[in-house]
DNA sequence: CACGAGACCTGTTCGC
DNA sequence: TGCGAACAGGTCTCGT
Protein backbone atom coordinates (compact mmCIF):
# COMPACT_ATOMS: atom_id res chain seq x y z
CA UNK A 1 0.00 0.00 0.00
CA UNK A 2 2.17 2.78 1.63
CA UNK A 3 4.94 4.45 -0.39
CA UNK A 4 7.09 7.25 0.78
CA UNK A 5 4.34 10.01 2.00
CA UNK A 6 1.82 7.53 3.09
CA UNK A 7 4.89 6.35 5.56
CA UNK A 8 5.76 9.73 6.49
CA UNK A 9 2.07 10.69 7.23
CA UNK A 10 2.05 7.65 9.33
CA UNK A 11 5.09 8.71 11.01
CA UNK A 12 4.77 11.70 11.47
CA UNK A 13 1.33 11.31 13.22
CA UNK A 14 2.82 8.38 15.35
CA UNK A 15 5.63 11.02 16.49
CA UNK A 16 3.69 13.97 16.70
CA UNK A 17 0.26 12.36 17.35
CA UNK A 18 -3.27 14.20 16.20
CA UNK A 19 -6.35 15.01 17.51
CA UNK A 20 -7.34 11.24 17.98
CA UNK A 21 -4.31 10.25 19.44
CA UNK A 22 -1.13 11.10 21.44
CA UNK A 23 2.33 10.60 20.58
CA UNK A 24 4.03 7.19 21.28
CA UNK A 25 7.39 8.83 21.97
CA UNK A 26 8.45 8.70 25.93
CA UNK A 27 6.13 5.56 26.26
CA UNK A 28 7.11 2.34 27.48
CA UNK A 29 6.15 -0.91 25.46
CA UNK A 30 4.93 -3.56 28.19
CA UNK A 31 4.56 -6.47 25.75
CA UNK A 32 3.64 -8.04 22.50
CA UNK A 33 1.14 -10.20 21.03
CA UNK A 34 1.85 -11.82 17.80
CA UNK A 35 -1.41 -13.07 15.96
CA UNK A 36 0.01 -13.98 12.52
CA UNK A 37 3.80 -15.57 13.31
CA UNK A 38 5.53 -15.28 9.74
CA UNK A 39 4.44 -11.28 10.08
CA UNK A 40 8.17 -11.38 12.58
CA UNK A 41 10.79 -11.74 10.50
CA UNK A 42 13.26 -11.15 13.23
CA UNK A 43 14.41 -12.93 16.10
CA UNK A 44 11.81 -15.71 17.16
CA UNK A 45 8.77 -14.83 18.69
CA UNK A 46 9.41 -15.75 22.75
CA UNK A 47 12.86 -13.37 21.95
CA UNK A 48 10.93 -10.62 20.92
CA UNK A 49 8.50 -10.32 23.43
CA UNK A 50 11.27 -11.05 25.81
CA UNK A 51 13.40 -8.11 24.70
CA UNK A 52 11.00 -5.39 23.55
CA UNK A 53 9.25 -5.00 27.19
CA UNK A 54 10.02 -2.66 29.10
CA UNK A 55 11.79 -0.52 25.99
CA UNK A 56 10.82 3.12 25.55
CA UNK A 57 10.41 4.24 22.48
CA UNK A 58 13.06 7.06 21.85
CA UNK A 59 12.04 8.27 18.24
CA UNK A 60 9.59 7.50 15.71
CA UNK A 61 10.81 8.16 11.87
CA UNK A 62 10.69 6.62 8.25
CA UNK A 63 14.01 5.17 5.88
CA UNK A 64 12.39 4.72 2.37
CA UNK A 65 9.06 3.19 2.98
CA UNK A 66 10.36 1.27 6.52
CA UNK A 67 8.83 2.98 9.59
CA UNK A 68 11.22 2.57 12.47
CA UNK A 69 10.88 3.05 16.36
CA UNK A 70 14.16 3.94 17.94
CA UNK A 71 13.65 1.93 21.20
CA UNK A 72 15.78 2.04 24.38
CA UNK A 73 18.37 -0.89 23.48
CA UNK A 74 16.78 -1.97 19.96
CA UNK A 75 15.40 -0.81 16.60
CA UNK A 76 11.44 -1.73 15.68
CA UNK A 77 10.94 -1.63 12.41
CA UNK A 78 7.95 -2.07 9.88
CA UNK A 79 7.47 -2.44 6.39
CA UNK A 80 3.38 -2.16 5.26
CA UNK A 81 4.18 -3.35 1.80
CA UNK A 82 0.73 -3.80 -0.18
CA UNK A 83 -1.70 -3.36 2.60
CA UNK A 84 -0.90 -2.85 6.29
CA UNK A 85 -1.27 -0.22 8.72
CA UNK A 86 -0.28 0.69 12.07
CA UNK A 87 -3.03 2.17 14.24
CA UNK A 88 -2.83 3.50 17.88
CA UNK A 89 -5.73 2.32 20.09
CA UNK A 90 -7.06 1.78 23.80
CA UNK A 91 -6.29 -0.74 25.38
CA UNK A 92 -7.91 -4.27 24.56
CA UNK A 93 -10.10 -2.72 22.21
CA UNK A 94 -11.99 -5.14 19.86
CA UNK A 95 -9.25 -7.57 17.77
CA UNK A 96 -10.07 -6.79 14.04
CA UNK A 97 -10.13 -9.24 10.90
CA UNK A 98 -6.84 -8.56 10.34
CA UNK A 99 -4.96 -7.13 12.91
CA UNK A 100 -0.92 -9.15 13.12
CA UNK A 101 1.01 -7.64 15.99
CA UNK A 102 -0.78 -5.78 19.29
CA UNK A 103 1.80 -3.98 21.58
CA UNK A 104 0.22 -2.50 24.57
CA UNK A 105 2.24 0.60 25.54
CA UNK A 106 1.79 2.53 29.21
CA UNK A 107 -1.23 4.85 29.18
CA UNK A 108 -3.90 2.37 28.31
CA UNK A 109 -2.53 2.67 25.09
CA UNK A 110 -1.80 -0.36 21.77
CA UNK A 111 0.16 -0.19 18.85
CA UNK A 112 -2.07 -2.68 16.30
CA UNK A 113 0.07 -3.32 13.06
CA UNK A 114 -2.87 -4.54 11.03
CA UNK A 115 -2.20 -6.36 7.14
CA UNK A 116 -5.09 -7.87 5.62
CA UNK A 117 -2.76 -9.68 2.41
CA UNK A 118 -0.20 -10.86 5.56
CA UNK A 119 2.24 -9.49 3.57
CA UNK A 120 3.91 -6.57 5.64
CA UNK A 121 6.72 -7.33 7.77
CA UNK A 122 8.06 -6.21 11.09
CA UNK A 123 11.70 -6.53 12.58
CA UNK A 124 13.81 -6.24 16.22
CA UNK A 125 16.88 -5.45 15.68
CA UNK A 126 20.23 -4.38 17.28
CA UNK A 127 21.97 -2.80 14.42
CA UNK A 128 19.11 -0.87 12.10
CA UNK A 129 21.41 -1.09 8.83
CA UNK A 130 21.08 -4.89 8.77
CA UNK A 131 17.31 -3.97 7.70
CA UNK A 132 18.13 -0.78 6.01
CA UNK A 133 21.68 -0.64 4.48
CA UNK A 134 20.52 -1.73 1.31
CA UNK A 135 18.83 1.42 0.53
CA UNK A 136 19.26 3.65 -2.16
CA UNK A 137 19.67 7.47 -1.13
CA UNK A 138 16.38 9.61 0.00
CA UNK A 139 15.16 11.10 -2.68
CA UNK A 140 14.43 14.44 -0.73
CA UNK A 141 17.52 14.74 1.02
CA UNK A 142 19.38 17.67 -0.94
CA UNK A 143 22.84 15.64 -0.77
CA UNK A 144 21.52 13.66 -3.42
CA UNK A 145 22.15 16.41 -6.23
CA UNK A 146 21.17 16.11 -9.70
CA UNK A 147 24.69 15.98 -11.06
CA UNK A 148 25.05 12.20 -8.64
CA UNK A 149 21.66 11.38 -9.50
CA UNK A 150 22.38 11.64 -13.74
CA UNK A 151 25.34 10.00 -12.46
CA UNK A 152 23.24 6.87 -11.22
CA UNK A 153 21.04 6.89 -14.42
CA UNK A 154 23.93 6.70 -16.71
CA UNK A 155 25.89 3.79 -14.52
CA UNK A 156 23.26 1.24 -15.62
CA UNK A 157 20.96 0.69 -18.83
CA UNK A 158 17.66 -0.21 -17.54
CA UNK A 159 14.31 0.81 -18.12
CA UNK A 160 13.13 4.08 -15.93
CA UNK A 161 9.75 3.00 -14.42
CA UNK A 162 10.97 -0.42 -13.13
CA UNK A 163 14.76 1.10 -11.96
CA UNK A 164 12.30 4.05 -9.92
CA UNK A 165 11.29 1.10 -8.39
CA UNK A 166 14.04 -0.38 -7.33
CA UNK A 167 14.89 0.63 -3.48
CA UNK A 168 18.69 -0.07 -3.62
CA UNK A 169 18.61 2.61 -6.35
CA UNK A 170 16.41 5.07 -4.95
CA UNK A 171 14.46 4.57 -1.80
CA UNK A 172 10.73 5.44 -1.20
CA UNK A 173 8.85 5.30 -4.63
CA UNK A 174 6.63 3.05 -5.57
CA UNK A 175 3.80 2.59 -8.59
CA UNK A 176 1.82 5.26 -7.93
CA UNK A 177 4.70 8.10 -7.05
CA UNK A 178 6.33 6.36 -10.44
CA UNK A 179 4.01 6.78 -12.51
CA UNK A 180 3.05 10.04 -11.22
CA UNK A 181 7.01 11.55 -11.65
CA UNK A 182 7.63 10.22 -15.01
CA UNK A 183 4.36 11.97 -16.73
CA UNK A 184 5.54 15.51 -14.87
CA UNK A 185 9.08 15.40 -16.32
CA UNK A 186 7.32 13.94 -19.40
CA UNK A 187 9.24 11.15 -19.86
CA UNK A 188 8.22 7.56 -21.40
CA UNK A 189 8.28 4.85 -19.34
CA UNK A 190 10.01 2.49 -20.65
CA UNK A 191 12.88 4.95 -21.55
CA UNK A 192 16.48 3.83 -21.27
CA UNK A 193 18.01 5.08 -18.01
CA UNK A 194 21.42 5.73 -19.75
CA UNK A 195 19.79 7.55 -22.77
CA UNK A 196 18.81 10.68 -20.90
CA UNK A 197 20.35 13.98 -21.32
CA UNK A 198 21.77 15.55 -18.23
CA UNK A 199 18.55 18.34 -18.14
CA UNK A 200 16.33 15.49 -18.22
CA UNK A 201 17.91 14.09 -15.51
CA UNK A 202 17.38 16.87 -13.00
CA UNK A 203 14.04 17.55 -14.26
CA UNK A 204 12.93 14.06 -13.21
CA UNK A 205 14.60 14.54 -9.83
CA UNK A 206 12.88 17.66 -9.62
CA UNK A 207 9.68 15.66 -10.63
CA UNK A 208 9.75 13.10 -8.09
CA UNK A 209 10.17 15.69 -5.30
CA UNK A 210 7.46 17.10 -6.30
CA UNK A 211 5.05 14.75 -6.70
CA UNK A 212 6.14 13.58 -3.28
CA UNK A 213 6.13 16.54 -1.60
CA UNK A 214 2.78 17.28 -2.98
CA UNK A 215 1.53 13.80 -1.55
CA UNK A 216 2.97 14.70 1.62
CA UNK A 217 1.56 18.38 2.11
CA UNK A 218 -1.69 16.00 1.13
CA UNK A 219 -0.96 13.50 3.85
CA UNK A 220 -0.99 10.58 1.16
CA UNK A 221 -2.92 8.81 -0.86
CA UNK A 222 -6.40 7.16 0.19
CA UNK A 223 -7.32 4.38 -2.09
CA UNK A 224 -9.36 1.29 -2.77
CA UNK A 225 -10.53 0.10 0.79
CA UNK A 226 -7.57 1.14 2.93
CA UNK A 227 -8.79 4.59 4.07
CA UNK A 228 -5.66 7.02 6.00
CA UNK A 229 -7.07 10.09 5.86
CA UNK A 230 -5.31 11.79 3.12
CA UNK A 231 -6.67 12.92 -0.31
CA UNK A 232 -3.84 12.78 -3.07
CA UNK A 233 -5.84 10.50 -4.64
CA UNK A 234 -7.67 13.29 -5.62
CA UNK A 235 -4.92 14.84 -7.42
CA UNK A 236 -3.04 12.08 -9.87
CA UNK A 237 -1.94 13.02 -13.46
CA UNK A 238 -1.97 9.90 -14.95
CA UNK A 239 -2.19 6.72 -11.99
CA UNK A 240 -5.67 5.09 -11.99
CA UNK A 241 -6.88 7.17 -14.80
CA UNK A 242 -6.68 4.75 -18.04
CA UNK A 243 -8.71 6.32 -20.54
CA UNK A 244 -9.49 9.84 -18.98
CA UNK A 245 -8.04 12.63 -20.70
CA UNK A 246 -4.83 14.14 -19.91
CA UNK A 247 -5.17 17.45 -18.27
CA UNK A 248 -2.28 19.09 -20.08
CA UNK A 249 -2.96 17.79 -23.79
CA UNK A 250 -6.47 16.02 -23.67
CA UNK A 251 -4.84 12.99 -24.98
CA UNK A 252 -6.48 9.40 -23.29
CA UNK A 253 -4.05 8.29 -20.95
CA UNK A 254 -2.89 4.37 -21.56
CA UNK A 255 -1.83 1.83 -19.57
CA UNK A 256 0.47 -0.84 -20.10
CA UNK A 257 2.39 -3.75 -17.94
CA UNK A 258 6.33 -3.00 -17.16
CA UNK A 259 7.86 -5.10 -14.80
CA UNK A 260 4.27 -6.70 -14.35
CA UNK A 261 3.15 -3.60 -12.62
CA UNK A 262 0.56 -1.04 -14.17
CA UNK A 263 1.88 1.60 -16.05
CA UNK A 264 0.02 4.85 -16.70
CA UNK A 265 1.22 7.98 -18.91
CA UNK A 266 0.60 10.16 -21.47
CA UNK A 267 1.39 9.46 -25.00
CA UNK A 268 1.66 12.53 -26.18
CA UNK A 269 3.26 14.14 -23.99
CA UNK A 270 5.24 11.13 -22.70
CA UNK A 271 6.84 9.96 -26.32
CA UNK A 272 9.08 6.61 -26.19
CA UNK A 273 12.25 8.68 -27.43
CA UNK A 274 14.03 10.82 -25.09
CA UNK A 275 13.42 14.50 -25.77
CA UNK A 276 16.13 15.41 -27.66
CA UNK A 277 16.13 12.53 -30.34
CA UNK A 278 12.36 13.45 -31.03
CA UNK A 279 14.01 17.19 -31.59
CA UNK A 280 15.94 15.89 -34.26
CA UNK A 281 14.33 13.46 -35.90
C1' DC B 1 23.60 -7.59 -15.87
C1' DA B 2 18.72 -7.12 -16.93
C1' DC B 3 14.35 -9.02 -17.51
C1' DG B 4 10.33 -12.05 -16.85
C1' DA B 5 7.78 -15.36 -14.23
C1' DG B 6 6.28 -17.15 -9.98
C1' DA B 7 5.55 -16.83 -5.07
C1' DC B 8 3.64 -14.75 -0.99
C1' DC B 9 -1.78 -13.32 0.54
C1' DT B 10 -6.68 -11.47 0.83
C1' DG B 11 -10.22 -8.66 -0.87
C1' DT B 12 -12.73 -6.01 -4.42
C1' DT B 13 -14.26 -5.20 -8.90
C1' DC B 14 -15.19 -6.43 -13.63
C1' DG B 15 -17.05 -9.18 -17.41
C1' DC B 16 -19.96 -12.77 -19.05
C1' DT C 1 -27.31 -13.74 -8.99
C1' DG C 2 -23.16 -16.34 -9.64
C1' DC C 3 -18.54 -17.25 -10.75
C1' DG C 4 -14.01 -16.92 -12.44
C1' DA C 5 -10.63 -13.62 -13.91
C1' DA C 6 -8.17 -9.57 -13.25
C1' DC C 7 -6.46 -6.39 -10.31
C1' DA C 8 -4.31 -4.13 -6.04
C1' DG C 9 0.17 1.48 -3.07
C1' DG C 10 5.58 -4.45 -2.55
C1' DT C 11 9.48 -7.37 -2.62
C1' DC C 12 11.97 -11.74 -2.96
C1' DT C 13 13.91 -15.66 -5.58
C1' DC C 14 14.87 -18.19 -9.50
C1' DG C 15 15.70 -19.14 -14.40
C1' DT C 16 17.28 -17.39 -18.89
Redesign the pocket.
Known amino acids: ???L??VETIARNLCLGTQQQPSLVGRHILGANLLWG?TLVEPSPVEFSQRIEGQVIEAIDRR???LYFQLTCDWLLF?????GDLVVQRLDSPQK??DRLVLPLEGELELVFND????GRVWLVEEVDRVVG?LGPEPLDESLTPAIFFTKLQ?????LK??L?D??FLAG????Y?DEALNLAKLHPLI?SNTLAEAQAASLLQSIRTVLRDGIARN?????????G?D??NYFRV??RTGKPCQECGTLIA?I??????THFCPQCQPPLSSMEVSHG
Request: glycine content about 10%.
Open positions: MPEPERGKFHLRMSTHARKFHSTRRQPLLQPLGNIAIGASIDWVYRGFQYQRIVGQRG
